[in-house]
T-cell receptor, first 118, second 113 residues
Framework: GAVVSQHPSWVICKSGTSVKIECRSLDFQATTMFWYRQFPKQSLMLMATSNEGSKATYEQGVEKDKFLINHASLTLSTLTVTSAHPEDSSFYIC??????????????FGPGTRLTVT | DAKTTQPTSMDCAEGRAANLPCNHSTISGNEYVYWYRQIHSQGPQYIIHGLKNNETNEMASLIITEDRKSSTLILPHATLRDTAVYYCIVRVAEETSGSRLTFGEGTQLTVNP
């Protein structure tokens, strides 16, 4: 199956610093990638949708200046949490849509990145 | 995308079939039913999807009622590793600006030894 990787798998940072999370599609090209956030005991919440070479579309309530998304190539998207605060501590999951398989446009998910802001 | 309703939790004995129901009474004709699962602290894993016919793959079977208002995911021989939150999601399949997966609360399946 299609593989999506994320790096790092976990990160601890101090309040006020910025953190970059990478998402890569390893064996397919993804024109569209998605970023989700998941708090403990809650479901995944879509943060933004990014298309390669264009600006990301953010869901209502998500601060685009705080969560910077770059989708510079068909296999790489990055999420930068700027000036992180403890309330940004969460599980961040990326997803990539594979256009080449069966017409169903399945989304494949990365393993997630656990961010802890102290 | 149509809304789905799933039970909050279910239990199943190891080795038995696990049948997870999902209601999607407002599904539209061009919307597919997708199933994903999420094992604790991991990213969601794609299981199966279908439009109106029953589907089967190496992981599971998907049974969709004739009126498409509900479906059942079947894990034929559940193992302890199948313990996870299972999400039933309805969405259009084609590449459109609004086509993306949005997750509800899902069903916590616990497989007991």
């Amino acid at each position: 199956g299609a593989v999506v990787s994320q790096h790092p798998s976990w990160v601890i940072c101090k309040s006020g610093t910025s953190v970059k999370i990478e998402c890569r599609s390893l064996d397919f090209q993804a024109t569209t990638m998605f970023w989700y956030r998941q708090f403990p005991k809650q479901s995944l919440m879509l943060m933004a949708t990014s298309n390669e070479g264009s600006k990301a579309t953010y869901e209502q309530g998500v601060e685009k200046d705080k969560f910077l998304i770059n989708h510079a190539s068909l296999t790489l998207s990055t999420l930068t949490v700027t000036s992180a605060h403890p309330e940004d501590s969460s599980f961040y999951i990326c997803s990539a849509r594979d256009l080449g398989r069966g017409g169903g446009y399945e989304q494949y998910f990365g393993p997630g990145t656990r961010l802890t802001v102290t | 995308d149509a809304k789905t309703t799933q039970p909050t939790s279910m239990d199943c004995a190891e080795g038995r079939a696990a049948n997870l129901p999902c209601n999607h009474s407002t599904i539209s004709g061009n919307e597919y039913v997708y199933w994903y699962r999420q094992i604790h602290s991991q990213g969601p894993q794609y299981i199966i999807h279908g439009l109106k016919n029953n589907e089967t793959n190496e992981m599971a079977s998907l049974i969709i009622t004739e009126d498409r208002k509900s479906s059942t995911l079947i894990l034929p021989h559940a193992t302890l590793r199948d313990t996870a939150v299972y999400y039933c999601i309805v969405r259009v399949a084609e590449e459109t600006s609004g086509s993306r997966l949005t997750f509800g609360e899902g069903t916590q399946l616990t497989v007991n030894p």
